[in-house]
T-cell receptor, first 115, second 114 residues
Framework: SAVISQKPSRDICQRGTSLTIQCQVDSQVTMMFWYRQQPGQSLTLIATANQGSEATYESGFVIDKFPISRPNLTFSTLTVSNMSPEDSSIYLC????????????FGSGTQLSVL | GENVEQHPSTLSVQEGDSAVIKCTYSDSASNYFPWYKQELGKRPQLIIDIRSNVGEKKDQRIAVTLNKTAKHFSLHITETQPEDSAVYFCAASMFSGGYNKLIFGAGTRLAVHP
């Protein structure tokens, strides 16, 4: 499985500010997925990031709130914009394993608290 | 779209007992069903998976069964140990926009008591 590094591991932010989360993979991958895990809840897909094209967002998530960059095949960022306490969650990037692209592996996550 | 339901939400067993977690899915086109274990403060880890052309798969103390007709699949853990205590998530694949993505169940918090 790929080694997936996420930064920061945790942050405490003020309401109305933005935070950018970075995800670095040690191998080239076509797709990267961003998930949100609210406290005590399941994993909800925010968007899928393909290199060289705009991210595809799931129902309930919009680009203005969660802009995503995917400048190359090993890196992606997710920004949580204009934060409110409801954005307090763990944000996880994930990549599919090779060769079948089915098995999904997760980064260590970013624990975000918004005051 | 795909919907995955998972039961029970919490499960408490004595060490050495078996634990069973069940999931149902709605999209008959789903063909891949993984299970993840998430310990407190850690990332979800893939523990076992099954494809739709297989009815059962085992890996030591864990097994997964799939009933495609009924659209449900289950995780079985035998001889449970305290280190099995964690939250377990099932998932089902959904093909959309040219690629597979995973839709997760709500999770089961398993507590194994010594």
């Amino acid at each position: 499985s790929a080694v997936i590094s996420q930064k920061p591991s945790r942050d405490i932010c003020q309401r109305g500010t933005s935070l950018t989360i970075q995800c670095q993979v040690d191998s080239q991958v076509t797709m990267m997925f961003w998930y949100r895990q609210q406290p005590g809840q399941s994993l909800t897909l925010i968007a899928t990031a393909n290199q060289g094209s705009e991210a595809t967002y799931e129902s309930g998530f919009v680009i203005d709130k969660f802009p995503i960059s995917r400048p190359n095949l090993t890196f992606s960022t997710l920004t949580v914009s204009n934060m409110s306490p409801e954005d307090s969650s763990i944000y996880l990037c994930s990549v599919p394993g090779q060769p079948t692209n089915e098995k999904l592996f997760f980064g260590s996550g970013t624990q975000l608290s918004v005051l | 779209g795909e919907n995955v339901e998972q039961h029970p939400s919490t499960l408490s067993v004595q060490e050495g007992d078996s634990a069973v977690i069940k999931c149902t899915y709605s999209d008959s086109a789903s063909n891949y069903f993984p299970w993840y274990k998430q310990e407190l403060g850690k990332r979800p880890q893939l523990i076992i998976d099954i494809r739709s052309n297989v009815g059962e798969k085992k890996d030591q103390r864990i097994a997964v069964t799939l009933n495609k007709t009924a659209k449900h699949f289950s995780l079985h853990i035998t001889e449970t140990q305290p280190e099995d205590s964690a939250v377990y998530f099932c998932a089902a694949s959904m093909f959309s926009g040219g690629y597979n993505k995973l839709i997760f169940g709500a999770g089961t918090r398993l507590a194994v008591h010594p």
